[in-house]
Every structure is written in structure tokens, then in C-alpha cells.
């Protein structure tokens, strides 16, 4: 799907299928990553999933006759992977041990508020203006009545885990601002491969600091923990982030985000049904507030750029 000369503006049905999977697939993942940690350590976990998903993309991506890469481009992909796979996923994996998978994805979905302010000011983006100002006060306010909202999830670590997926927003934030700005002619398959072998080497290391070695057990790992666990090599790591870094490459950092809006929908929705997970009254305003800001705010953002 994802495999085209990287010089060229790829056919609108690759697009299409790219921000299909990014929308529906990675609207799943928070609920997968919340059942897979159940009965197994957040870091290793997700340096597990990315250390398998990067090789078998590796070594797809050679095999269909992509370039070996050279010591520049795992350099880019060490920063990018670290920012956004250590950063961005790995944080929000180790912070659902206290959140609730759809508060994670509602909180992540301000990810275009910072997308914008830092982007204007990482120079890849356009100044938002007031319309954008106004927009994103909005939906930092949504973020804090979130946050604030009581009865979202275990009041134990609670609000360190809200500060810890803010984290992660603004690690994702970073690295795909400098992915954009320095971008490297290369495979996505194989970039998105050498991202998520350097990100899992990043999460390894946090998961060794915080001790999870003397927590992890292959034998008490849950059967349904094996099966989100398997979901999040195949569709979360290999067929959604490939989609994404494919997407960031050939749209701008506010279109790729339009995620944001739509994979908060999925998440509560999927929360709910399986999990029984429930937002509160001030949890619905919140993330209303939310995702008011974000559309607005990529709209106003999509007529700039036109």
C-alpha cells in the first residue's frame, strides 16, 4: 500500500487507505495497549511490539529493494524514533496503568493544538492568527476540565498519569516537527522500520530504569493480553504507523492530524463496549470542548493552506 517513488506525489487511493488506517486503526490501539498491559510490563511491552514490527518491516522493505541505509538516515531515525515511539507511544503506555484508555485518546487528541503552536514556531507551519489563538485556548481549556473531571479513572496515580500522556503530546509533537524539517529521501517502509527498531531500543532502556525486568513473567501473561498484544504488531505498529510516517512525508502536519478528532470517537466507543469504560459529565464537556477546538482549528489551518 505504501510503496511508490518517494519523489512523487503517491495516487489519491493510497492516500485514502493510509488515513483510512490511521483513523479506525489507531482509534483501537488505546484500548489493545490498555488490555495488553494488563498482565504485562508497559516498556518492554512496547519495545517488544516495535523490535518486532520494525524487523519484519526492515526486512520487507529490503527485500522488495529498498536501499541498505546509511549511518545519516539511522541517525535521523534514532531521533525521530526515540521522540515519537519512545516518547509518544511508550509514555502513553506506561501512563495507562492510571488512565483510562478513552480519557488517554481524548487528552492525545489536543496533539494538533501543540501541532500548531509549536509548528509556527518550529517554522513549518503558518502563524495560527486569532481565529487559530482563540482555538487553541479552547481546547487547552477542554484538556484542563479533563483533566480536572473526577471519577475518569483510579484517583492513584491519576493525575501523574494525565501529565505523563501531556508528555507524550508533546514528545510526538517534537518529533514530528523535526521530521518535517529535515526530511530524508528514503522508503517509508524501511524508515518507518528503522524508527521502530530505534524507538523499542529507547523504550528497552526506560523499561531496565524503572525495574521492569523483576516484574516481568512470560507464563502469567493473559491469553486476551497474546491477542492485543499480536494486534498492535500487525495493524497499531506495522499497517498504522507506516500509514502515518507515509502520510507526514506527502500532506502537512495539520492534515495528518485530522486523526485527532476521529480516533477519540473510536477509543470511547471501544472503551465503553469492552471495557466499560464511562466519561462523566464534565469528562463529555471536556472532550467536547476538545474536539471543537481541533476542528476548528484544522480548518482554519486547511483554508491557510490552500
Not at 473526577?150 to 500522556?165: D, F, H, I, K
Not at 485527532?260 to 469492552?274: C, H, M, T
Request: charged share 10%; glycine share 10%.
Amino acid at each position: 500500500m505504501l510503496t511508490n517513488s518517494e519523489s512523487q506525489q503517491p495516487p489519491r487511493s493510497q492516500l485514502i487507505l493510509a488515513f483510512a488506517a490511521l483513523y479506525l486503526i489507531w482509534g483501537s490501539t488505546y484500548l489493545a495497549i490498555k488490555i495488553a498491559i494488563e498482565t504485562m510490563p508497559p516498556f518492554f511491552m512496547a519495545s517488544s511490539r516495535f523490535l518486532i514490527a520494525g524487523a519484519l518491516l526492515y526486512g520487507l522493505a529490503r527485500f522488495k529493494g529498498a536501499n541498505r541505509p546509511n549511518t545519516s538516515q539511522w541517525k535521523h531515525s534514532a531521533i525521530v524514533g526515540t521522540f515519537l515511539i519512545a516518547g509518544g507511544n511508550g509514555i502513553v503506555t506506561f501512563a495507562e496503568r492510571w488512565v483510562d484508555s478513552n480519557i488517554a485518546a481524548l487528552i492525545i487528541a489536543s496533539s494538533p493544538l501543540f501541532m500548531t503552536l509549536l509548528g509556527w514556531l518550529g517554522g513549518v507551519q503558518k502563524k495560527p492568527g486569532w481565529l487559530g489563538i482563540g482555538s487553541l485556548l479552547l481546547g487547552l481549556g477542554g484538556v484542563a476540565y479533563l483533566i480536572e473531571s473526577p471519577n475518569t479513572s483510579s484517583e492513584s496515580g491519576r493525575l501523574g498519569g494525565y501529565a505523563l500522556v501531556l508528555l507524550a503530546v508533546l514528545s510526538w509533537t517534537i518529533g514530528c516537527i523535526f521530521a518535517k524539517r529535515n526530511p530524508i529521501k528514503i522508503d517509508s517502509w524501511l524508515n518507518s522500520s528503522m524508527q521502530m527498531i530505534c524507538g523499542s531500543i529507547a523504550c528497552l532502556v526506560a523499561g531496565l530504569c524503572i525495574g521492569e525486568i523483576n516484574t516481568l513473567s512470560i507464563g502469567e501473561i493473559s491469553a486476551r493480553s497474546w491477542i492485543a498484544y499480536i494486534y498492535l504488531i500487525i495493524f497499531g505498529s506495522i499497517i498504522g504507523y507506516t500509514s502515518y510516517v507515509f502520510l507526514l512525508k506527502h500532506c502537512t502536519p495539520t492534515t495528518v492530524s485530522s486523526h485527532a478528532y476521529v480516533n477519540p470517537v473510536v477509543a470511547v466507543i471501544l472503551g465503553w463496549l469492552i471495557l466499560d469504560e464511562r466519561l462523566t459529565q464534565s469528562g463529555w464537556i471536556g472532550s467536547g470542548l476538545i474536539l471543537i477546538s481541533v476542528f476548528a482549528l484544522l480548518q482554519r489551518q486547511k483554508s491557510l493552506e490552500k
